[in-house]
Structure formats: structure tokens, C-alpha cells
């Protein structure tokens, strides 16, 4: 069984852009080695926002070298980019962006969610890219929610959305360029569910809602990140409560990682020529 490396509560939440207010619960600047392949988990627990004519959000930035997931629970994010990609996710949806050797995006409550208003409850997260695909196409995977399968647990114990990954024979709808599992799970209270994580992968929990015990020894509450070791295989965890967990592992990626703002590559040298392409316009622009 993997041993259990911490329990981290969630720091003071900021802003991201006038839109998003989250946690960012790790980065790879503290935790890089230890959550390979993921970068960075900004978590936005349920937020009420009240009616406006101006969408909130996030204005044209910049990415290379990495993915991004938004994962919506509820409210409505919009999304566009200079490669073309965009649309709306509501509750359930998933949009996973590829930045690849570059991208410009913006990301919004929809027209429709900043008119009535609501509460909007989401997570995003930044994948590595291996030094193979850093320099890829970018691309853009709209998920929706009744494409990705739910399993339901034994003994009523809960269910499981594969969002990327497999288990059981089935598997998640998201492609990605190494292995990993990014898994929506829902458990009852008093339920119990064995993580047959592999040997060598890493692997993080996210309390969204509830409390849980992990590997019978640590607890983890709303909002809180519970990280395993690399070493062991598989992992349990105990629902105290009825509990919502956002469940990441995957294969790490064993190369350096620099990154600096929206660029993560492998060397200094390619962080300068990201900014140099971004700045030069090579990243392309947002149709208006």
C-alpha cells in the first residue's frame, strides 16, 4: 500500500481574473516530483455570484508546453482560443486544452450564467507534457458530461466518473499523451474504496465535499489535499461522511520542469523562447 507523504489544507483563496475564486491547492514549484505529471490544481469550491450584464472570467492569456482541464460541478465556463477551440461547459462537462507549442484562450462565466446568476463550483487542472509534445499542435477536447461513463460502486456505496483513465473495463472519454487517471468520485458515508493505484505513479486526493480516511491512518476534510508516495501499490479510502473526491495519479514524467507565468517547458533557454514567440505574435489571436 502507498504510504501517505501528507495532508495539506487548503491555503487562502485568490483570484483568477474577476471570474474564479480558488484555492491553488499544489504547484509544481513546491510539489513538482511528488505529483508528476500534474502542475497545478486551482480548486474553486462553491461560489454564489449575483446577476451581471459583463461576464466574469479571464481575458486572453498565453500557454506552452502543458494541458489544461476545467472540470464544472456547477455554473457555466466558456471558453475560447486562437486555434479555433471553444464552447461552453455546464455541470458535469469537461474541457481539456492542449497548449502544446502555443495558444491564446479566454475563459468565462457564459452569457446565460452571469444573467441569472448562481454558484458556480469548479477545479483546474495543469498536465505536464513530456518534452515529445511540448512543441505539439494545440488542441482543444470538449467533454461532455453524458460522455463520460459512471460506474456505480458495490453495495450502494457510490459511483465513479471516468473522466480520463480506466478502470473496470471502461474508459474515460479524454485523450492524453501519458498515462493517468483523472476521476470524479462520489462516495456514501461509511463506504469504502480501494485505489488500485500502480507502483512507480503518483497520486493525489481532493476533498470536495464530506471527510474521508485515507489508508486508515489520515484524514482529510473539505477542501484538503491528501498526497501518496510513489513507492506501494494501491490506496484506501473511508467516506466518514457522504464525501465528493476529486482522485489524480498517473505515470510521472521523469525530466525537468521550468516554468515561469502561463510557459512550462524543460530549459531556461525555451521559457525565453516562448516569450519571445508569444510576444512576436507567433501564438496567433482570439477571433473576435
Known amino acids: 500500500m502507498k504510504a501517505v507523504a501528507g495532508v495539506w489544507p487548503a491555503p487562502a483563496p485568490h483570484w483568477v481574473g474577476d471570474g474564479f475564486r480558488v484555492h ?49 460541478f456547477s455554473g457555466e465556463v466558456s471558453h475560447r482560443d486562437s ?25 468565462f462565466h457564459s452569457p446565460a450564467f452571469s444573467q441569472t446568476g448562481g454558484t458556480m463550483h469548479m477545479a483546474q487542472l495543469w498536465v505536464n507534457l513530456p518534452s515529445r509534445c511540448k512543441m505539439m499542435a494545440p488542441t482543444y477536447q470538449a467533454i461532455a458530461k453524458d460522455d463520460i461513463p459512471v ?30 487517471w483523472v ?55 473511508h467516506a466518514g461522511a457522504d464525501s465528493h473526491i476529486l482522485v489524480l495519479a498517473g505515470q510521472p514524467i521523469d525530466e525537468p520542469i521550468v516554468g515561469y507565468g502561463p510557459f512550462v517547458m524543460n530549459t531556461r533557454e525555451e521559457i525565453i523562447t516562448a516569450f519571445q514567440d508569444f510576444n512576436e505574435g507567433r501564438f496567433g489571436t482570439v477571433p473576435a
Open 183 to 237: 476521476w470524479d468520485l462520489h462516495l456514501q458515508a461509511g463506504a469504502a474504496f480501494d485505489l488500485p493505484v500502480p507502483m512507480g505513479w503518483s497520486t493525489a486526493l481532493v476533498v470536495m465535499a464530506g471527510q474521508v480516511r485515507i489508508n486508515g491512518s489520515h484524514t482529510a476534510g473539505a477542501a484538503q489535499l491528501t498526497v501518496l508516495g510513489h513507492e506501494g501499490e494501491g490506496a484506501t479510502v
Open 83 to 107: 486555434a479555433g477551440g471553444g464552447g461552453t461547459i455546464g455541470p458535469g462537462d469537461v474541457q481539456w486544452m492542449t497548449a502544446g507549442s502555443g495558444i491564446v484562450h479566454q475563459e
Open 24 to 72: 491553488s491547492l499544489f504547484s509544481y514549484d513546491a510539489m513538482g516530483a511528488l505529483v508528476s505529471p500534474f502542475l497545478l490544481l486551482d480548486y474553486g469550491p462553491p461560489h454564489l455570484y449575483s446577476p451581471t450584464s459583463k461576464p466574469r472570467g479571464v481575458g486572453d492569456h498565453p500557454h506552452r508546453g502543458f494541458e489544461t482541464v476545467t472540470i464544472a
Open 151 to 180: 460506474l456505480t460502486l458495490p453495495n450502494g456505496g457510490g459511483s465513479l466518473r471516468l473522466i480520463a483513465g480506466a478502470y473496470q473495463g471502461q474508459q474515460g472519454p479524454a485523450r492524453t499523451q501519458t498515462p493517468m
